[in-house]
């Protein structure tokens, strides 16, 4: 007897998925921004649900600062070290999470290859891997 094996999506065709998707859609806060470009990936990947637990908390820049100090975090940092484990930025592979800090805004990022892959209000963004304020393994 011989069973078909069954093949799952890479890392990299998860990636290229999510990040797609995050650029095609328009940006909003709280539904399609870099938290939930971030949130979408872990749940792509480990098979959770943490976009939809998430859904609908805000739906403005400062709506989404009030929910994350709600939750005892002022950084996304903090935030997403609940959920992840930190790691050096040099150790992450593709479709690992980033914290990048960029004139005093955190944003959230997908190891990509070559850079930390992201949506912002003005468009999607990629910063050089050293940026890492803080790595995470997905």
């Known amino acids: 007897m011989t069973h078909a094996a069954l093949t799952l999506p890479s890392r990299a065709a998860i990636t290229t998925r999510i990040l797609t998707e ?21 749940d792509a990947i480990q098979g959770t649900a943490h976009a939809e637990e998430h859904k609908s908390v805000y739906s403005t820049l400062s ?25 050096g930025w040099g150790s ?30 003005s468009g999607p963004r990629r910063w050089d891997l050293q940026l890492a304020k803080q790595a995470f393994g997905v």
């Open 63 to 87: 709506g989404a600062q009030r929910a994350l100090r709600r939750r005892g975090h002022k950084s996304l940092v903090t935030y997403y070290a609940t959920l992840l484990r930190p790691i």
């Open 22 to 42: 995050a650029r095609r859609a328009p940006y909003a806060f709280g539904v399609n921004d870099c938290f939930f470009m971030g949130l979408r990936q872990i």
């Open 92 to 121: 992450a592979r593709i479709g690992d999470l980033a914290i990048v800090e960029i004139d005093g805004a955190e944003h959230v990022g997908i190891h990509g290859g070559l850079g930390w892959h992201s949506i912002t209000e």
